[in-house]
C-alpha cells in the first residue's frame, strides 16, 4: 500500500487548501484512513479521520468548525479542505491508513504517506 499526500504549499493567514492523499496498491478493505500534522519540535497529533464504513468523520479540536475530510472511493482518494488557515497550521500534514478500532491513535495506523507541506503566513 502506497499513500501519497499531495497539496501542501504557502498560504496567508485566512485562506484555504485542499490536500489530497491517493492510496495505491492494496485498496481493499479499508477501514479508516486519517490525517495527522507534525510541526517542527512537536509530536505528531490527530487532525480529521473518516470511518470507510459509513464515511464518518473525525476531527481534533484543532480542525473542528474549519477543516472538512472526505472521500472519493472511486478514485482510492481522501481529502482534507481546510479554510481559515492559521499560523499555527503550519505543519508537514501526514495521511495514514488504520484499522479503524481507534480513529484518533497514532497507533491504530499502519500505513503512512510521505507527508506535504502546509506553511501559514500571518
Known amino acids: 500500500v502506497q499513500l501519497q499526500a499531495s497539496g501542501g504549499g504557502l498560504v496567508q493567514a485566512g485562506g484555504s487548501l485542499r490536500l489530497s492523499c491517493v492510496a495505491s496498491g492494496l485498496t481493499s478493505n479499508v477501514y479508516a484512513m486519517a490525517w495527522f500534522r507534525q510541526a517542527p519540535g512537536k509530536e505528531r497529533e490527530f487532525v480529521a479521520a473518516?470511518?470507510?464504513?459509513?464515511?464518518?468523520?473525525w476531527y481534533g479540536d484543532s480542525a473542528k468548525g474549519r477543516f472538512t475530510i472526505a472521500r472519493d472511493t472511486a478514485k482510492n482518494t481522501m481529502y482534507l479542505q481546510m479554510n481559515n488557515l492559521k499560523p499555527e497550521d503550519t505543519a508537514v500534514y501526514y495521511c495514514?491508513?488504520?484499522?479503524?478500532?481507534?480513529?484518533?491513535?497514532?497507533?491504530?495506523?499502519?500505513?503512512w504517506g510521505q507527508g506535504t507541506l502546509v506553511t501559514v503566513s500571518s
Open positions: 495514514a491508513r488504520g484499522s479503524g478500532l481507534s480513529l484518533t491513535s497514532r497507533s491504530d495506523y499502519y500505513y
Open positions: 473518516i470511518r470507510w464504513s459509513d464515511d464518518s468523520p
